[in-house]
């Protein structure tokens, strides 16, 4: 019996002992990882935003304030603005200062010499000569200038045997009521004397105070001989050059004649019309304008007027003259434009000439769908004749801006682009490519009462189509926003888009090689020709997101290596 | 490189070691240490001794607790054996298993003790106790919705208009000192009362409180919304510097570092210095109170309940926090009007900038308190033999915003004057399979005691949401043997 419960005992411990041993290995295959069969199992799925705007059309206007394409208009919506700035080219290539140039010879017969005989005697000439000023223009008449700039070289030469003195001075040159003045000192047996660069800036010239009364400035001369010996004979003359160079003017005031002005041949690029990424069908623009505006600072009258001036049009390539009925377009040397003039220096007159709907050809010009507008234009000065107040100041200028304004009021029908662009999908392909499903969603507001139809097509490298982004009708819609009877935006039209790609979808796309985008846009009612106004406080507000199912399965060493 | 090798060891220390928790142990009346989850119980001899500082008795075993908690899963719920499969291959990964078993807030905690000293003495009608005792406590809180977020995405709470909610998001660590002045005394015949008073001095803290922080996936444009409320304190030896460069607005950049000065000032008298200095540091006080009560209903129940850890430290040692609010509604990349590309990078500027201000956290150098996680034990004893009592002892813990409760029920014999046996089943940390022991064995003076809440968790770790021990030796003197009204039946 004792033998019988020891045995138990045994069978009991060794069971036991077993079943501690086995647990123990179970609870560390636990915590092996080497016992793990590598699979993982991962499926997420993610929404997130992508990009978010609230664009005013006003934004859109600022961003272009600096080109002016788009401006918000007199009457407060906005228009296209295509335009051009030209000036003439500048005063001082046109009304300028020539250098000018005097000299003279004070020779011994004009000396009495009598009782010229002992030393501390002195005898002088004094005379006055004019200096002749020539003018950029034969028929100016130059009354006074104001130097800027400008040096004056004067040159003598003494051939006395008696010591002397020169002194030039100009009575009308002056500065703060100094005229300018030099003086010459000759040694026994005469010599050179010269001064040079004598410097002019600030000067006024005075040029009415000789008999002419214009273009001439009187110069004093006078010569002083000192008797300087017995032996000196009372010979000689002495001669002088003064050389004025280098002036420009700060103001000159005068009669400056007949100029022209060339204004050089310029364009305005219609952008709109010209673009080939995209057509038009059909459009109007309601009250289109064409306007040219004139800035004076020359005191001078001035008429001008275009030489050329026609737009080309995208329909047929020809050029039509742009016209008026009567207003005073200026084409032509005949049909001059009296350019208001400044009476006062620093003072800008800005002139203007409009052409609209109701006095000129400019909608006919519209519809022709004008790529370009070009012109050439000249002005005159005085057309009049002989005027002493014209008046120039270094940076006087006439410049002119053409501008061809199309406010956007009317409609537009079927206004359509399209391009083709490249793309590799081979990576959507991978055997590992863990997103199983995206969705784009795209929630637009639209405030513009535009419709806008979108397509993307996938082609293969035949072009034959694999798939396209959207499949109804109503999904490539994004509705316009409706209007009331002016043509105003009452609220907005909103429309969410969700383009989502599966694996299934996702096959379709296998050997694409471009992808052709394209668009359609309708103003409202542009099929019943219903016009509609474009206000700068229109707004687009638009969300984009994605949805990403992603999933990741079987084995990790394997994953690892493919990705 | 040193300083940094004894950081490393104090962060060790730490990670070793972070509530209370004794469901077996409440009712091991001959154990002194169970007058620290309710200050009323009988302890049935005149004297007691023990603590680490107790030379050769303190140290056979050294008197330690330690205690792993998980509310909501256990290792096989992330990686288990498939069912009837026998390859060497096994074993695999389960998230669908692992997200099921998750909850809201998902607390992994830890609590370790070691008790320096103890001291128990009977007087008249009084039971005074006194006890100095290091604690750790830690633990990170996952809540379920950073799971969702990670392995499932934003999507199906989007479906649901939901947000993601990661307010549960946190970590604690607390080291503390704790001097408890006890005592126990019979109100009447049938209540008994006690109460524990402790001062605590902590150590070190570094704790999260975050209020607010969700994000919100709107299902109509997938906007996210961030809302953020939330504070990190750290009280430590050391401290941090947080500096962020900003030019008109925008963020440059953020240094967040060492301060090495604090290093160098902690590290001024060499490691033993610095050990010194950390462990004497009395800067950070705070207060506690254990209470209880047990009453007698009639010679075979009795009912008790006690309150434990009701207290708070006051933490001034290089005190930083890092305070973060606001609202952030990110609706992708802003698209304006660019003119150039640097408009467009301006953008991205102000997104960063605003991504930044949202979640920036500003530092504020103040001192802050810390509260212990509270427990209150409620149960009650049915004497049925002089030597088998079976109990009941429901546990209930705030930590975190969560309530966390346990029942457990047990046998308890005090089998001989020498040795008393106490098993335990627990219904705790949502886990039914805690069965716990407890066993106490006196040898003269000595008295020696193990006992744990789940030694199944200890044999099977793999399904183990606890992890519980407290061990530790004693010297008691003059046991008096406390009768039971139970023993007619013997």
């Known amino acids: 019996m004792k033998t019988k419960t020891m045995k138990t005992k045994l069978i009991y411990s060794v069971i036991i002992i077993m079943m501690m041993l086995t647990t123990n290995s179970c609870i560390k295959d636990n915590f092996d990882f080497n016992k793990w069969d590598r699979e993982v199992q991962y499926d997420a799925s993610f929404a997130l935003p992508a990009a978010w705007g609230d664009l005013a059309f006003i934004d859109f206007i600022e961003l272009y304030d600096s080109t002016g394409l788009l401006i918000e208009n007199q009457d407060g919506y906005v228009s296209l603005q295509y335009k051009t700035y030209v000036n003439s080219d500048t005063v001082q290539s046109i009304i300028y200062l020539n250098d000018q140039e005097t000299s003279g010879t004070v020779a011994s017969p004009v000396f009495n010499f009598a009782g010229f005989d002992d030393f501390g005697d002195t005898i002088s000439y004094v005379y006055t000569q004019n200096m002749v000023f020539t003018m950029f223009n034969p028929e100016a008449e130059i009354d006074s200038i104001l130097l800027k700039t400008g040096i004056l070289d004067v040159a003598t030469n003494s051939t006395y045997g008696h010591s002397a003195r020169l002194y030039i001075t100009f009575p009308t040159v002056t500065k703060n009521g100094v005229p300018f003045s030099k003086t010459f000192t000759y040694v026994t047996g005469g010599g050179y004397a010269n001064s040079l660069n004598n410097d002019f800036s600030g000067y006024k010239v005075d040029m009415t105070q000789t008999a002419t009364g214009f273009n001439e400035i009187p110069v004093n001369i006078r010569l002083t001989l000192y008797y300087s010996g017995s032996s000196v004979p009372n010979t000689g003359n002495l001669t002088f050059d003064a050389d004025m160079k280098g002036m420009r003017y700060s103001m000159m005031h005068g009669y400056f004649g007949l100029n022209t002005l060339f204004f050089e041949s310029d364009t305005i690029d219609i952008n709109l019309f010209r673009n080939d990424d995209w057509e038009i069908e059909r459009y109007e623009f309601r009250d289109p304008k064409f306007n040219v505006y004139y800035w004076n600072s020359y005191g001078i009258p001035s008429q001008f007027y275009f030489t050329h001036l026609v737009a080309n049009s995208a329909l047929d390539d020809m050029d039509y003259n742009i016209i008026d009925y009567g207003v005073g377009l200026p084409v032509g040397e005949s049909n001059p434009f009296d350019v208001s003039y400044a009476t006062v220096a620093g003072q800008t007159k800005l002139d203007s000439l409009k052409l609209n709907k109701t006095n000129s050809n400019i909608v006919d010009v519209v519809n022709k769908r004008p790529k370009w507008i070009q012109f050439k234009a000249k002005a005159t000065t005085n057309p009049a004749g002989n005027n002493h107040n014209n008046f120039v100041t270094e940076d006087s200028e006439i410049a002119v801006e053409v501008v061809m304004e199309l406010p956007l009021w009317g409609y537009i029908y079927n206004f359509n682009m399209r391009d083709t662009m490249e793309i590799d999908v081979d990576d959507l392909f991978n055997e590992y490519n863990p997103i199983t499903r995206a969705l784009l969603r795209i929630d637009i507001k639209n405030g513009f009462p535009i419709e806008i139809f979108g397509q993307i097509y996938f082609v293969d490298q035949y072009y034959n189509v694999l798939d396209s982004i959207f499949y109804t009708y109503q999904e490539r819609l994004l509705s316009a926003a409706e209007v009331d009877g002016n043509g105003r935006v009452l609220d907005f039209s909103r429309k969410v888009t969700k383009i989502e790609y599966d694996k299934e979808r996702l096959e379709k796309l296998r050997g694409c090689k471009y992808m052709i985008y394209g668009g359609q846009a309708n103003t409202t009612g542009a099929n019943v020709n219903e016009v509609v106004k474009i206000y700068s406080d229109y707004r687009i507000i638009f969300d984009v997101g994605f949805e990403v199912d992603l999933e990741i399965g079987g084995n990790i060493d394997t994953i690892t290596n493919e990705l | ?490």
Not at chain 2, 146 to 165: C, Q, R, T, V, W
């Open chain 2, 1 to 490: 490189m040193k300083k940094y090798i004894i950081l490393l060891i104090f962060a060790g220390v730490f990670s070793m070691t972070q509530a209370q928790q004794a469901l077996t142990l409440y009712n091991m009346d001959r154990v002194m240490q169970s007058q620290f989850v309710n200050p009323s119980i009988d302890v049935p001899y005149k004297l007691h001794i023990g603590g680490l500082l107790i030379p050769i008795v303190g140290q056979l075993p050294p008197p330690l607790y330690f205690n792993y908690a998980n509310n909501s899963f256990y290792w096989n719920h992330i990686y288990h054996k498939k069912p009837n499969t026998v390859a060497d291959t096994a074993y695999m990964l389960d998230i669908p298993l692992f997200m099921n078993r998750l909850h809201k807030n998902n607390h992994l905690r830890f609590d370790t003790q070691f008790e320096l000293f103890n001291l128990g003495i009977k007087l008249e009608n009084m039971f005074i106790t006194v006890a100095l005792t290091e604690r750790f406590k830690y633990g990170v809180s996952l809540p379920y919705d950073i799971f969702e977020f990670a392995l499932n995405g934003n999507m199906p709470y989007m479906l649901e208009s939901k947000p993601h909610d990661f307010s549960g998001l946190g970590v604690n660590f607390t080291h503390f000192r704790e001097f408890a002045v006890g005592g126990s005394m019979k109100a009447n015949d049938d209540i008994t009362v006690g109460a524990r008073m402790k001062i605590l001095f902590g150590l070190a803290n570094v704790t999260t409180d975050f209020k607010d922080f969700s994000i919100y996936t709107d299902p109509e444009d997938y906007s996210l919304t961030a809302v953020t409320d939330m504070k990190i304190h750290a009280s430590l030896p050391i401290y941090f510097d947080y500096l962020i460069h900003s030019t008109d607005g925008h963020l440059d950049s953020l240094d967040f570092n060492i301060n090495e000065l604090s290093v160098d000032a902690f590290m001024a008298d060499g490691e033993f210095g610095a050990i010194t200095k950390y462990m004497t540091n009395f800067k950070n006080i705070g207060l506690g109170f254990d209470f209880g009560a047990t009453y007698k209903f009639n010679p075979e129940i009795e009912f008790f309940a006690s309150v434990t850890d009701f207290g708070f430290i006051s933490w001034n040692t290089n005190p930083q926090n890092f305070i973060s609010k606001g609202e952030y509604d990110f609706r992708g990349i802003q698209v304006e009007v660019w003119q150039n590309e640097d408009d467009m990078n301006e953008t991205m500027e102000k997104l960063v900038d605003t991504l930044f201000n949202t979640f920036k956290f500003e530092l504020i150098e103040t001192g802050y308190v810390t509260w212990l996680p509270s427990s209150i034990y409620v149960g009650g004893k049915y004497k049925f033999h002089e030597l088998l009592h079976f109990t009941a002892l429901y546990r209930g813990e705030f930590y975190r915003k969560t309530y966390m409760q346990s029942l457990t029920l047990g046998v308890n014999s005090n089998l001989t004057n020498f040795l008393s046996a106490h098993l335990t089943w627990s219904l705790a940390n949502n886990y039914a399979g805690n069965v716990g022991f407890g066993l106490s064995a006196r040898m003269g003076f000595m008295s020696w005691y193990v006992i744990t809440d789940s030694f199944t968790n200890m044999i099977w770790p793999q399904k183990a949401k606890n992890v519980n021990i407290r061990m530790g030796c004693n010297m008691v003197f003059g046991y008096k043997k406390i009768k039971s009204n139970a023993s007619l039946r013997s």
